[in-house]
């Protein structure tokens, strides 16, 4: 069973930058594993950020931005805003089935 | 405009199944395939399974494979996901969600299903 791993918790100030990267165990990820990141705000459903590596979706802030990085799939916030504090996963299509990565907690303080 | 609406809360019993569907509107249903996932309380989102609403193929993860079925209604743009054999341990808020192409976008607002005696 893959296991997809993200940084636990980071912690930006407003206005500043902040990537957020997601692993695999199966190697390095590539586009062929088609990263999707997903932001969650405390009781509401998750909401689609990012579609394989880099494509943003119509509603996505333009300070969101996915890529591969060292290995690894990677969202970086630009000018972060407060209403950016949630949880962030990343979702991955590397073999077989999709799957989650364990989530970042995004403190904006 | 696209929209998911999941049905109603569930309470069930260990041992007992649950059917939680997904009414699908706003979009060609046969265009896009809809996934499941799930999320316990105050845990992460888990990918259960994927179901190709043109042709009926199917993708679980292993360990759904054998409690998990998907069954699709095109009279009314509706998928529905059985669970079976349910356990504690499965008490979580289900979410449908909307995949074409590998680019999952829009997400229904969730089902909440409890499990216990």
């Known amino acids: 069973q893959t296991v997809v791993t993200q940084e636990p918790s980071l912690t930006v100030s407003p206005g500043g930058t902040v990537t957020l990267t997601c692993a695999s165990s199966?190697?390095?990820?590539?586009?062929?594993?088609?990263p999707n990141w997903f932001q969650q705000k405390p009781g509401q459903a998750p909401r689609s950020l990012i579609s394989?590596?880099?494509n943003q979706h119509p509603w996505t802030p333009a300070r969101f931005s996915g890529s591969l990085l060292g290995g690894k799939a990677a969202l970086t916030l630009s000018g972060v805003q407060p209403e950016d504090e949630a949880d962030y996963y990343c979702?991955?299509?590397?073999?077989?089935?999709?799957?989650f990565g364990g989530g970042t907690k995004l403190t904006v303080l | 405009q696209v929209q998911l609406v999941q049905s109603g809360a569930e309470m069930k019993k260990p041992g007992a199944s649950v059917k939680v569907s997904c009414k699908t509107s706003?979009?060609?249903?046969?265009?896009?395939?809809i996934s499941w996932v799930r999320q316990a309380p105050g845990q992460g989102l888990e990918w259960m399974a994927w179901?190709?609403?043109?042709?009926?193929?199917?993708n679980y993860a292993q360990i759904f494979r054998d409690r998990v079925t998907m069954t699709i209604d095109t009279s009314t743009s509706t998928v529905h996901m059985e669970l079976r054999s349910l356990r504690s341990d499965d008490t979580a808020v289900y979410f449908c969600?909307?995949?074409?192409?590998?680019?999952?976008?829009?997400w229904g607002r969730g089902t909440l299903v409890t499990v216990s005696s």
């Open positions: 706003g979009y060609t249903f046969i265009d896009y395939g």
């Open positions: 179901i190709n609403t043109y042709n009926g193929n199917t």
């Open positions: 199966t190697g390095t990820v590539t586009s062929d594993c088609y």
């Open positions: 969600l909307r995949d074409h192409n590998f680019m999952p976008d829009y």
């Open positions: 979702l991955l299509h590397c073999v077989g089935g999709w799957v």
């Open positions: 394989r590596t880099t």
